[in-house]
């Protein structure tokens, strides 16, 4: 069962202190006792994070194709992707490049 902050309404994390478990708000920087009894474990799953080392023209392969005009050579064939580089609260700019010259390019959504 979830806890919520009776001030903020964000969700209560369990935390062990003094040991004893507590229940605690990130965004008031608070301390609850919990109504109920919790379980507390501090077991971290440790599964190995495997990194691929690829080079620029494999990356590139592995990119989605769309079908959209190149404003260089007008083919009609180009890998995109997004990519967040304004704030979080902006969308998203989708780069495109385009399979036959390379040109990139990108638009604004």
Known sequence: MVEFCPKCGNVLVPIKRKEKIWLYCKHCNKYYKPK???????KINSKK?????????????ELPITKITCPKCGNDKAYWWMQQ?????????????????????RSYS
Request: aromatic fraction near 12%; charged fraction near 35%; glycine fraction near 8%.
């Open 36 to 42: 109920k009894a919790v379980k507390f474990s501090e």
């Open 49 to 61: 994070k495997e990194v691929v080392v690829m080079g620029k023209e494999e990356a590139l392969k």
């Open 85 to 105: 580089t304004r704030g979080a609260d902006e969308p998203p700019t989708i780069f495109y490049k385009c399979t036959k010259c390379g040109y990139t390019w």
